[in-house]
Each structure stands twice: as C-alpha cells, then as structure tokens.
C-alpha cells in the first residue's frame, strides 16, 4: 500500500491506494488500484437540542474536541443555517485585538481579543456581523491561532450529525 491523492475529493483529502498485481492475455502486467478514502481533517457539525427546546453545534476536531461552538436557535433549521454560515465564512482573515493599533477589518472576519480573565478567545462575524462561532479560552495566543486553523481545515467539508434525543 502506498499514500495516494484522490482527485475528486478536496486538496487536503487523501487515501491509500491497495494494489493487486494482474498479467493482461498477451502477458503485460498492470496494477489495480483500489482507493480507499480518509481524509486528515474528518471534523464534524454536531447539532444538539438543549433544555428548553432550543439548538445549538459544536464543531468537533476528528480527535471529538470541540473548536467552537454556536450561539442558541429557537429552530432547528436556523441552526443548519448557521452550521453552513459557518462553512461559507470560515476561511476569512483574522482581526487580531491583542494588539495595539490593531487594523480593523470588513466582515466576514475572525475577532481574536482577550478576554477578562486574561485569554486569548477568538469569534468568527458573518458578513453581516452577526457572530456565528465562538471559542473556548486559550492560555496563549498560539493556541486560540491553532482553534482558527482548524476551524479552517475542518468545516468546509464537516458532516453535520444531529443528536437530539
């Protein structure tokens, strides 16, 4: 077996190719390649209804950890909504107010900023500035950069699983 890339899945997609040898009538040999599919980055949407009949997600790591999560919705499609919100607006630029100066950008946008008890959190705006995700608390900076990277690397092509028992 050998690592192969797989054409019709996204760049950061890959497989392994299992390969069986074969002679042909007239003696040639030749390969057959079965490809089976994974990908590095296998992140995942999880809809969750709450107490009070009200929705919400997180977006989960292939590892099961959560990267964000979502504000309340009354309905559940409002929270699919937001789910490809998310998708649509997760490769935007970050807006970093830990620093001083900092340039304020156009939304859609990540807000990296600090948050009272002193860690770096970040939020990702909608083009209209609604927020969408927000982050847990990271004790550095790297950290909560690392949270934006995987929000980028997983919720383009992340299943949405609805758990609503």
């Known amino acids: 077996m050998f690592p192969a890339v797989i054409p019709q899945y996204p760049a950061h997609a890959s497989g392994i190719c299992e390969s069986d040898v074969s002679a ?3 003696g040639c040999i030749f390969y057959i390649c079965k490809l089976i599919p994974y990908t590095i ?7 969750k209804k709450a107490k009070n009949e009200e929705f919400m997600f997180n977006l989960l790591a292939s590892n099961g950890q959560v990267i964000c999560s979502s504000q309340m919705y009354k309905a559940l499609p409002s929270a699919k909504n937001g789910i ?3 998708k649509k607006n ?3 630029a970050v807006e970093d107010q830990t620093v001083e100066g900092f340039e304020k950008l156009k939304n859609p946008k990540y807000e990296l900023y600090t948050d009272n008890a002193g860690e770096f959190r970040f939020r990702l705006k909608a083009g209209n500035g ?3 995700a927000v982050s847990e608390g990271y004790k550095s900076k ?3 950069l690392n949270g934006i990277d995987s929000i980028q690397r997983n919720a383009p092509d992340a299943e949405v699983v609805e758990e609503l028992e």
């Open 90 to 92: 997760c490769c935007s």
């Open 41 to 47: 980055n296998m992140g995942k949407f999880k809809i």
């Open 130 to 132: 609604e927020i969408i």
């Open 142 to 144: 790297a950290g909560a």
């Open 24 to 26: 042909c009538s007239s």
């Open 84 to 86: 490809e919100s998310v």
